[in-house]
Every structure is written in structure tokens, then in C-alpha cells.
């Protein structure tokens, strides 16, 4: 294991340089303010006029067209969401990309998966935060950061990964430190740990015991409290202190019967669906499965999006947040 940590890196070789970086969502905000901030020259390539482009003039950032961007940086930083990653680079990006350049990412998923193609004589890195944009900038601004990944692709130049890990600096994440991988580890693990555990796995078990609750008559108000909303008190400990340290705090009741029962719920059958959806993405059946439901305009994303709207458990958390003060 490689870590790199401020004392490792030099970023004057940024020093001449321009940071185009494409969109301003929650890593674009977090990722370009943060590299304002620490100096470096960054310009915002993004949608004239659109909501994104106003609030990035009212934080004061450098504003203009992608194009516009495009022409004037050496290092193209996308924080665009995937599935439009390709498009915007065959439009905007190929016409202006020159040899020395450096086309950069937060997650290599359109580099592994070879939906952006980038000459031999372009550098292609990855700087990837461990955490959501608005906690990249927060922790910045505390004088600390979050831990975060650097994977090189190709380095036309020689010092790719030097231009990546100063990048990561200028962000923070070196302060709390910028762990070596892969752009084929870091794709396949973020994506199997969305669908497996941080999105697709914790939302249906939740469900599930919430679900389970209810039918056997208990409130659906307590339900929730039970099974959805001391989740992120658990996930807090667990993230301070690791699991010794979660357990050490629980009572020895909520201890003994978590040990104990845990591995009914998540079982051999469990673990064999999950390496089924590994599979999945190693073998890119995940990825043509979503560049269809792109093409078609996403159906099958906006149905399970109304049906998870109307979910028992989404309609008495809304509820209880809002009169808790927590607005949705």
C-alpha cells in the first residue's frame, strides 16, 4: 500500500498550469474551490446560463464554455456525471486536445470501460476523493481533508502522476492521505460498493426491517426510528472508531444480539449474489446495461424512482423529518 501525504508532493508543477474543470455538482464545487483556493489557476467549463453556471459566478469562480475551457487548459478535469462523460468529450474535448495534456477523472469508469478513447500522447490520471463534494470543501476549510485515491492510466509526459497528486493536494486529500490504486480497482470496487452495500444493499435492508416491523403491527413511526434513522448514529461510531470501537459503545444486549444473529440476515446466499453483481461489472454486463437504459432515455431509472417515492417508509420518514426541522 502507497500513501502520499503533503509532505510527499510539490505542487509547483502545477504552477503554469490550467485546470479546466467540467461541471459544478457536488465534487465540481467542492473539487475546483478547493483548488481556487489553494492557488492554482482553474477555469469552470460548464453550460452557459444554466443554474450551475450562476452559482458558480456568485461563488466567485472562473467562469466559461466548455469549449472555451477546453481551449485554454492543460489539464481537463471531468466531474461531469458518467453517462455524459463521453459525449462532452468527443464534442468538446477531442478537437482542442493537444500532446502533453492531461485529461483527468474522479472515477475511471469511462476510461476502463473504453468509452473515452485518449491519444498516446495525452496523460490520463485520476484524483478521487473518498467522501461527497460538499465534505471535500468543508474539511478543506476546517485545515484538514478526506482520504482520497491517484491512479495513473497513461503518462505521456513522465510526470502524470505528480501533475495527479498535486491536484489532490490542492484539495485537501493529502492531509488525510491519497492512497496508489488503479483505474481498474478503483471502477470495479466503487461500483460494487454502491450496488452491493452503500446504496442498493443498505436502502433494502432498511426496508426489509422496516417492512418487517410493520407487518407484525408495530408504529410505523417507531419502525423507522428503529431501522432507518440510528443507522447514521451506527455508521458515525463505525466511521470514528471501527467496529470494536461501535460495539464497545452499544449496550452488551444490542452487542450479544447483533454478533449472534448478524450472519442470518446477511448469509452464504447473500455473499453469493453479491459476487454474482462483481461479476457483472469485471465482465461490463453492468455497463451496457446502463449505456441502454442511457440511450433510452432512462426508463427504467425514472420507474424505480417513482416507486421508491411511494415506499411506506419514504412517506413516514418525510413526515418525521419535517417536523423534526429537517426539512425533506
Known amino acids: 500500500m502507497k500513501m502520499y501525504y503533503d509532505k510527499d508532493i510539490d505542487t509547483e508543477i502545477l504552477a503554469n498550469k490550467t ?10 464545487r467542492g473539487q475546483s474551490r478547493n483548488m481556487a483556493d489553494s492557488g492554482l489557476n482553474v477555469i469552470l467549463g460548464l453550460r452557459e446560463g444554466g443554474q450551475s453556471w450562476q452559482r458558480a459566478v456568485v461563488d466567485g469562480m472562473n467562469v466559461k464554455t466548455i469549449e472555451e475551457a477546453v481551449k485554454e487548459s492543460d489539464i481537463i478535469h471531468f466531474l461531469l456525471p458518467d453517462e455524459i462523460q463521453g459525449d462532452i468529450y468527443e464534442k468538446f474535448v477531442v478537437p482542442y486536445l493537444e500532446a502533453g495534456n492531461t485529461v483527468s477523472f474522479s472515477h475511471g469508469y469511462n476510461i476502463h470501460f473504453g468509452i473515452i478513447k485518449v491519444p498516446e500522447n495525452v496523460n490520463i490520471t485520476l484524483i478521487a476523493p473518498k467522501g461527497p463534494g460538499s ?11 478526506i482520504p482520497g485515491l491517484v491512479a495513473v492510466e ?24 491519497i492512497l496508489e490504486t488503479s483505474f ?6 466503487d461500483l460494487f460498493g454502491e450496488q452491493a452495500v452503500l446504496c442498493g444493499g443498505i436502502t433494502e435492508l432498511i426496508k426489509a426491517g422496516f417492512t418487517t416491523l410493520v407487518e407484525a403491527g408495530y408504529q410505523k413511526e417507531i419502525a423507522y426510528f428503529e431501522t432507518c434513522h440510528e443507522v447514521k448514529l451506527i455508521v458515525d461510531l463505525i466511521y470514528e472508531k471501527g467496529f470494536a470501537g461501535m460495539w464497545n459503545d452499544v449496550s452488551n444486549t444490542a452487542e450479544f444480539g447483533g454478533l449472534s444473529r448478524r450472519e442470518r440476515v446477511i448469509n452464504q446466499e447473500t455473499k453469493s449474489e453479491m459476487k454474482k453483481i462483481l461479476g457483472e461489472i469485471q465482465k461490463g454486463k453492468f455497463t451496457k446495461e446502463w449505456s441502454m437504459e442511457n440511450l433510452s432515455k ?3 431509472l425514472n420507474r424505480m424512482r417513482a416507486i421508491e417515492n411511494e415506499e411506506e417508509i419514504e412517506i413516514t420518514g418525510s413526515k418525521l423529518r419535517k417536523a423534526a426541522g429537517l426539512g425533506k
Open 298 to 300: 432512462q426508463p427504467m
Open 135 to 145: 465534505m471535500v470543501r468543508r474539511t478543506y476549510l476546517e485545515g484538514f481533508g
Open 184 to 189: 481498474r480497482e478503483e471502477t470495479e470496487t
Open 19 to 28: 485546470i479546466a474543470v467540467l461541471g459544478y455538482g457536488s465534487q465540481g
Open 154 to 177: 497513461q503518462d505521456a509526459t513522465g510526470d502524470a502522476k505528480q501533475i495527479a497528486l498535486s491536484m489532490g493536494k490542492a484539495c485537501g486529500l493529502s492531509r488525510a492521505g
